[in-house]
């Protein structure tokens, strides 16, 4: 036996000098030294042999067990390097061939408009203060003068909790409150960013997600003039030095008085287009002076302090500056309308 031990270890040094490929060395791995290959074969048949030749036997199949795999390695090593080469010397890369244009990312319309409404804002003194999206109706509404059933909540569908006090703000307005709390009594020049929430019908003029700005100043002797002047120094920075605005009486629970703010038309300057609906203005924001209620609900005594808010979409802002005809585009990743920005 010990005589065909050593004839197996020779035919399988053969064997492998003559190996080329790393599948071809892993079947003759398996074939030779694995846990079922022929040299471990034979050491399981050692209690075959008399008890006085089994010492010799276990030694010397030991030995060439380990000398095999010592030779297995080395080949191993010498078949990759082997393989390595080739495959760098089939794939070589030409340096002087142009390369592939790496495509780079571009931030999202409502991205870039955000960013400019913040710069603007900043350079006018006012900080950006961030509030939550999940909200109490209490913070939602009732602070904000909508007590329980007035018919204003109408105007804002609702996602509700499973708590019924707990909802998704319908708007930034929130935010008021508790950064009046949070400063008071210091005097506040704060936007508020955000995502708001309304279970409304999606369409091409609705969806039930959208961002919002939110802007809130409170000190002494603040008056409707220093709205309108922060307002129109906005709009110029926005849209243009010198674009006409103008003021329309509105309401809203938290302000009073309350108005909104259009600006001419920049397609058509006034003239009347498919984008104004032929009226020659475009609606940007909804503003006013905060309600005694509502500072006083934020710590601020309406005897002694008052201040102004407003409130605009950015989405609004960007459909009307590029012309885009359905808001379901914002949030939709089709690259063929976000490429464009």
Request: charged residues 25%; proline residues 6%; aromatic residues 10%.
């Amino acid at each position: 036996m010990l005589d065909q031990l050593e004839q197996l270890a020779t035919a399988a040094r053969t064997e492998l000098d003559r190996l080329a490929s790393g599948d071809a060395l892993d079947d003759w791995q398996r074939r030779t030294i694995g846990r079922n290959g022929q040299i471990t074969g034979m050491l399981r048949r050692v209690g075959e042999l008399p008890k006085e030749e089994r010492p010799q036997f276990g030694q010397r199949a030991n030995q060439l067990k380990k000398e095999l795999e010592a030779a297995f390695e080395a080949k191993a090593e010498a078949i990759k390097a082997a393989e390595l080469e080739q495959n760098m010397a089939a794939g070589a890369l030409d340096v002087t061939l142009p390369g592939r244009p790496v495509n780079r990312g571009r931030l999202h319309p409502s991205t870039q408009t955000l960013r400019r409404i913040y710069q603007i804002w900043a350079d006018m003194g006012f900080q950006v203060y961030r509030s939550r999206d999940v909200e109490t109706d209490e913070m939602n509404f009732q602070l904000l003068n909508f007590p329980p059933h007035h018919p204003a909540r109408e105007m804002q569908d609702t996602f509700y909790t499973t708590n019924p006090d707990v909802l998704l703000r319908t708007h930034t307005s929130p935010g008021q409150v508790r950064v009046m709390r949070e400063y008071f009594p210091e005097p506040i020049r704060v936007i508020l960013p955000g995502m708001c929430y309304r279970h409304e019908q999606i369409t091409a003029r609705s969806e039930i997600q959208f961002h919002q700005v939110e802007g809130l100043a409170v000190g002494k002797g603040i008056r409707f003039s220093d709205l309108k002047g922060t307002l129109i120094n906005f709009a110029h920075r926005l849209y243009g030095a010198g674009r006409p605005t103008r003021f329309r009486a509105s309401h809203f629970p938290f302000t009073e008085p309350s108005a909104e703010m259009d600006v001419q038309c920049f397609l058509c300057d006034g003239k009347g287009c498919r984008m104004c609906k032929y009226a020659g203005w475009l609606e940007i924001l909804g503003c006013g002076m905060v309600h005694p209620t509502v500072l006083r609900n934020g710590g601020y005594d309406p005897e002694i302090y008052s201040g102004f808010a407003f409130g605009m979409g950015p989405e609004r802002i960007t459909i009307l500056r590029h012309g885009i005809e359905d808001i379901r585009y914002f949030w939709g990743n089709d690259l063929r309308f976000l490429e464009q920005f």
